[in-house]
């Protein structure tokens, strides 16, 4: 427990949490505006894992890293759009249409990269550093101890997703079409009546929605496992999901849930290091607290519900 | 009235022939991908389409018929699962979890248990089957007191209970003589027997799987608890107005999904394996979602669409193993059909021509018979 | 110039839905530049239909619409805000967790710097808009924060702010107290002394007398006439909305009631908005009696009946069937008791639309030993008794396994009715039981009702059919406002005036008359 804990409280710990969150932020924040427009996107996971793949392959072909990371990034929307293109078109329940956009993404990437390849279930030799996200280090900050070495040579895309956690909240409260969106999601009726239309900004949302996991999958293929395995992305993609719920689908709040996922796996890292410890006990961390974390989300909504019925009576007694 | 059930009939037709358009579209793109990657289209495409019935000389290939039936059996019973939940409304994904959850403690009864032949594999199954019912409590009752989505919450449960099991069968029940990790083997009382002779895995699971069809589509169809299981899916407002007890049908439509879920792990492992050795989730109970999504949740239809299903599956084996083309093709085409069929839209338009058209025909039919009155 | 005397102008509008029924017929519609034109009718008049029209939501079969002098095409709400009309409909189209001004600018949000939202022009939009009418909101409150009042506010900012000159109000204080309907009267007066024109749809006289210049009245999609309000007294107002063009008569023998079964004391609701819905009602309904309940919708039916299924729960009083209270009672149990209900949103609560007519049939009695066989159902006893019960209530279909959802309005209803009806109920309350259903399936159910009352059921029926009301009722109590307003012991006598002084609440009898209604 003590060695634990000394290890919690190093910097290196710290940067290890950031980096673990980024890719799960990223979906989740795709989570986060999809959900506002009143959709949920399943197909988080499959996305990630297509745009992973199409990520490494585009960067290798091009040897080009940034066209890699816009590939990924075009990918994720396109099947996003699929997404959209089957349930809001043809009526397909929109959780059945993502959790087929997952099972392409569960044995249709390997199939994609033999077909691209010949290669099976990784990318291994074809990566090389080159074509990598490279990392940044801060001029000034990495020159201050500790606090550089936390913030200081991450991957572009690790500072990314962070700055993404406020661009987004800043397309939605602070755009019109933030606001049309928040709209659609909420009563879309109200929106039709002034002229919005729905189905659009629907589209949009999940070509948003996609585009982010696409950056998720590229971050994880590009930089974080260095090339593509076919069991990369585990599940990164429903945890998006649950942060955001338990992140009530704001942005700050589901940066501080992806953060707890972040922290939770990151500790999974390290203590399955130790000796004494279950490496398997450790890595159900995450899920249980998420479970957690959304039996307490429910119950207080429950409460607050109940709660909403008492102004009325106080009113009365008046 | 006759006029009316030939309207109905040819609205059935209609669907089943959307049913086959969706999987004709599949093996379309199916056969495009293949011919896209492979420089030996045509040998990919008769392993895929006839391989795992027909042998090289063109005999029917019975091991191979055997193997692809062996395949059903869990995923016949996570398909009932599904059928079950999804009737009820509840998108709960957990059987993918209580599957691996069944087969764990399944095996584990096998090897701790010591019972006469006959009944030691039966209590495996049961103990298992009523473990995993309970692990299905958790997202039922908080989806009914709380209204937390059993979907998330089933997802993370899926994880959490692989994480478990992987946990205790590394540290506890590991059998430290063999070189990968699995558990002691189980008694050979245990076992599921053979149905039929040699080395293949077709064992009596696949009885007992299609006696659960029948059992699971009798209760959906032919007692009050089905019945309001079948309700509450169509028509919450309804049930709970009629005087349903819609709380506890939620949650007893997932119970029943666990323990089906986790009959299937249980024998399926001890069926086909000696040991326990599971290292992740094994997928059956995604394939239970697209049985089910095939089946349009009609247990009836549950062996069908898993024996297209294995097909399938064995078809991609073949043409991996005798071809240039990967078996994971089979995902593609998976979710290729799984988009289409779930799909109400899908050639929607010529639904709408051909309700028009009955509708029309019966207004003209009345109207002569009226005329021939007058 | 008649061209400036009349902002609006509506000639011979003909409008007949697809399904065949004629919402309204030759009718002429006019209002005035800068006056409030009071819009008039019961419920089904043809009032709404009228106005989806002029707003975009419809377009007539036939018919002219002339705005400013210019006949136009309203095709779509955008073309009929393009025109200067504004509609502030009954169920508010706003988004709650954004704040007002968000909600007042939305689909046309200020911008600035091409990309952002001009959050402060939106505030100060707003904040100009609600010093210029006197419209007070707080404009970075969310609207799921503020009372209905001040929600009612934003809808009629909302319109002014795209330009409306002309405002159709839905029933806007239906939903407000008496404060917030004195205080949106203000406002209204005030936007007229603009120059806006209004037109406002209500039944409660009182406020119309108050705030009108004129009223067109509509009843069965014609148009009455129209009227200066000053020149019209409320009784004659009543009895040009109030009637019936054709009177049914529904022969049945004189009822004789015995023991009380229904016993309803004290009701009271208060509903989410503040609203009072229903205020100390107290009625009884007797074996073998019809009571009627008459009423314009909106004032408290639909609240009770939910009370008397458990479908919500009072905030005081009891309610016994046969001496039992069933306050909070499951429905299970309260079926048990004998009671059962013809809900008035039939594709709600009635069926479930893919189902079979026969598992719709049998959704309240799966559990009877007659359809079990051990854990099986006796599907041979479920086959009879359906087919039996389709024949009896003369269900038309292919055979007991068509889906529900195939048949026609009346069939449905004839189902839910069948299944309401044979389960030998001590109680049936039937809440609008032939609303929106063919002749013959609604002179059916009438029948229906009058057999079972005469074989010793209490019935309870709701309806705003006045016709029906009147006819198939031995006793009659109307609602008004939450309250019982009157109660007719015997309805041979009631004439269609008295009825529309009571429903439109011109009069109310004494407490002591009222009570009357109380069986013990």
């Known amino acids: ?318 | 009235m006759n006029n009316k059930s030939m309207k109905d009939r040819r609205l059935q037709v209609f669907e089943i022939l959307r049913g086959a358009a969706a999987i004709t579209l599949a093996l379309a793109v199916a056969t495009v991908f293949i011919f896209l990657c492979s420089d030996e289209p045509f040998t990919a495409l008769k392993y895929l389409l006839i391989g795992p019935i027909v042998k090289d000389n063109g005999g029917f290939n019975t091991s191979s018929f055997y193997t692809i039936l062996a395949a059903m059996i869990p995923t016949i019973f996570t398909g009932l699962a599904t059928c079950v939940m999804f009737s009820a409304g509840q998108f709960n994904l957990a059987s993918e979890g209580c599957v691996m959850a069944g087969g764990f403690v399944g095996a584990l009864c096998g090897i701790y248990i010591h019972m006469n032949t006959g009944l030691h594999a039966v209590v495996c199954v049961v103990i298992a089957a009523a473990l995993c019912g309970l692990i299905m409590l958790v997202p039922a009752i908080l989806k009914v007191k709380l209204g937390a989505s059993e979907m998330v919450m089933s997802l993370m449960m899926n994880y959490i209970i692989m994480y478990v099991v992987l946990h205790f069968l590394n540290n506890t029940f590991a059998d430290r003589s063999k070189g990968s990790t699995q558990t002691y083997p189980f008694d050979e009382t245990a076992k599921i027997p053979s149905l039929v002779p040699g080395g293949s895995k077709l064992t009596w699971g696949f009885v007992v799987a299609l006696v659960f069809v029948v059992i699971v589509a009798l209760f959906m169809y032919r007692t009050k608890w089905g019945y309001t299981i079948r309700m509450i899916g169509i028509n919450k407002a309804f049930s709970e107005y009629s005087g349903m007890n819609v709380g506890g049908v939620i949650v007893l439509s997932q119970i029943i999904g666990g323990v089906l879920a986790g009959m299937g792990g249980s024998i399926e492992v001890l069926g086909r394996f000696n040991t326990f050795l599971w290292k992740e989730l094994p997928g059956y109970g995604w394939a239970g979602v697209t049985i089910a999504i095939l089946a349009k949740n009609n247990p009836i239809f549950v062996p069908f669409a898993a024996f297209f299903i294995a097909y399938l599956n064995k078809g991609c084996m073949l043409m991996s193993t005798h071809s240039d083309v990967p078996s994971e093709m089979i995902d593609i085409i998976q979710a290729a059909i799984f988009l289409f069929f779930a799909a109400e839209q899908f050639l929607a338009g010529y639904r709408q021509k051909l309700v028009v058209r009955s509708a029309q025909a019966d207004l003209a039919k009345t109207e002569t018979a009226e005329g021939g009155k007058a | 110039m008649p061209q400036s005397e009349y902002v609006v102008q509506m000639k011979g509008i003909n409008k007949v839905y697809p399904n065949g029924i004629a919402a309204n017929r030759g009718v002429d519609f006019n209002v005035r530049r800068g006056e409030i034109h009071a819009l008039m009718g019961e419920n089904g008049a043809g009032k709404s239909t009228l106005m989806k029209m002029l707003f975009g939501l419809e377009q007539p079969t036939s018919g002219e619409i002339i705005v400013n002098g210019e006949t136009v095409n309203l095709t779509s709400p955008t073309v009929a805000i393009s025109k200067g009309i504004g509609m502030v409909h009954q169920h508010f189209m706003l988004v709650p967790s954004l704040t007002v001004a968000e909600n007042i600018v939305l689909g046309m949000a200020p911008k600035k710097g091409g990309l952002f939202m001009d959050m402060e022009s939106a505030v100060k939009l707003t904040e100009e808009y609600a010093e210029k009418y006197n419209l007070h909101v707080d404009p970075k409150a969310k609207v799921m924060d503020i009372p209905v009042g001040m929600k009612q506010k934003v809808e009629i900012l909302k319109a002014l702010v795209r330009g409306a000159k002309i405002l159709i109000l839905d029933e806007p204080t239906a939903v407000l107290t008496t404060q917030e309907t004195a205080e949106l009267f203000r406002e209204l007066i005030n936007l007229k002394e603009q120059g806006y024109t209004i037109i406002f749809i209500s039944h409660k006289l009182n406020e119309i007398k108050q705030i009108t210049d004129r009223l067109t009245i509509m009843r069965a999609g014609k148009s009455m006439g129209v009227y200066e309000t000053a020149s019209i007294t409320k009784e004659e107002i009543s009895r040009l909305m109030v009637g019936r063009d054709v009177i049914l008569t529904v022969e049945k023998e004189k009822a004789q009631p015995t023991d009380t079964v229904l016993s309803v004391k004290d009701l009271e609701y208060t509903n989410e908005w503040n609203k009072k819905m229903l205020d100390k009602v107290s009625f009884s309904v007797r074996k073998g009696e019809i009571l009627g309940i008459a009423g314009v919708e909106g004032n408290g039916q639909r609240e009770l009946v939910d009370m008397l299924f458990n479908l919500n729960r009072p905030d005081a009083g009891s309610v016994k069937v046969n001496g039992k209270d069933i306050v909070g009672v499951s429905q299970r149990n309260i079926r048990s008791l004998g009671v059962s209900l013809i809900p008035e949103d039939r594709m709600t609560y009635g069926i479930a639309a893919t189902a079979s007519i026969e598992e719709n049939l049998i959704s309240d009695r799966v559990g009877a030993k007659r359809f079990n066989k051990g854990p099986l159902f006796d599907m041979k006893a479920i086959h009879k008794e359906c087919d039996d019960l389709i024949r009896d209530f003369k269900v038309l279909c292919k055979s007991g396994q068509q889906k529900v959802g195939m048949l026609s309005g009346g069939n449905i209803q004839k189902v839910v009715v069948a299944r309401e009806f044979s389960c030998d109920p001590v109680l049936i309350i039937a809440d609008q039981p032939t609303r929106g259903i063919d002749v013959g399936a609604t002179e059916f159910i009438r029948k229906k009702l009058v057999e079972l009352s005469r074989a010793g059921a209490a019935v309870l029926l709701v309806s705003a059919d006045l016709n029906e009301v009147m006819e198939l009722s031995d006793s009659l109590i109307v609602m008004c406002g939450g309250k019982i307003a009157a109660y007719f012991e015997d309805t041979a006598m009631l004439t269609d005036e008295i009825m529309g002084e009571y429903m439109l609440g011109l009069k109310r009898q004494s407490d002591e008359e009222i009570g009357r209604v109380c069986h013990e």
């Open chain 1, 1 to 318: 427990m003590k060695q634990l804990m000394e290890m919690v409280f190093q910097a290196e710990f710290v940067a290890s949490v950031i980096r673990i969150t980024a890719p799960i932020l990223f979906a989740a924040l795709g989570a986060v505006i999809a959900e506002k427009a009143g959709l949920t996107n399943m197909g988080l996971e499959g996305m990630m894992m297509i745009a992973a793949l199409f990520g490494t392959l585009t960067s290798y072909w091009t040897q080009s890293w940034a066209v890699g990371v816009l590939c990924a990034l075009l990918v994720g929307m396109l099947l996003s759009l699929m997404v959209g293109f089957f349930s809001l078109k043809l009526k397909t329940d929109i959780i059945l249409a993502g959790i087929a956009v997952n099972m392409l993404g569960g044995g249709g990437t390997i199939f994609l990269l033999y077909m691209f390849t010949g290669m099976r279930g990784n990318t291994g030799s074809l990566v090389s550093q080159n074509i990598l996200i490279p990392t940044l280090e801060i001029p000034l900050i990495k020159d201050i101890p500790v606090l550089g070495e936390i913030l200081s040579g991450h991957s572009l895309l690790t500072y990314l997703a962070f700055l993404f956690v406020f661009l987004l909240w800043v397309l939605l409260y602070k755009t019109p079409l933030g606001l049309n969106i928040r709209a659609v999601g909420e009563n879309n009726h109200a929106a039709e009546s002034v002229g919005i239309k729905v189905r659009r900004i629907q589209y949009i949302a999940l070509a948003f929605s996609g585009a982010l996991a696409g950056l998720g999958g590229a971050f994880m293929s590009m930089y974080y496992s260095q090339g593509w395995n076919s069991g990369m992305v585990a599940g990164r993609g429903f945890i998006a999901l649950a942060a955001q719920a338990m992140g009530r689908g704001e942005p700050v709040g589901t940066l501080l849930s992806s953060l707890l996922f972040g922290l939770a796996q990151a500790l999974r890292t390290k203590a399955s290091a130790l000796p004494d410890i279950s490496t398997y006990l450790v890595s159900v961390i995450p899920y249980v607290a998420t479970v957690l974390g959304l039996v307490f989300y429910a119950a207080a909504t429950v409460r607050r519900v109940k709660k909403a019925r008492r102004p009325k009576e106080e009113a009365e007694e008046k």
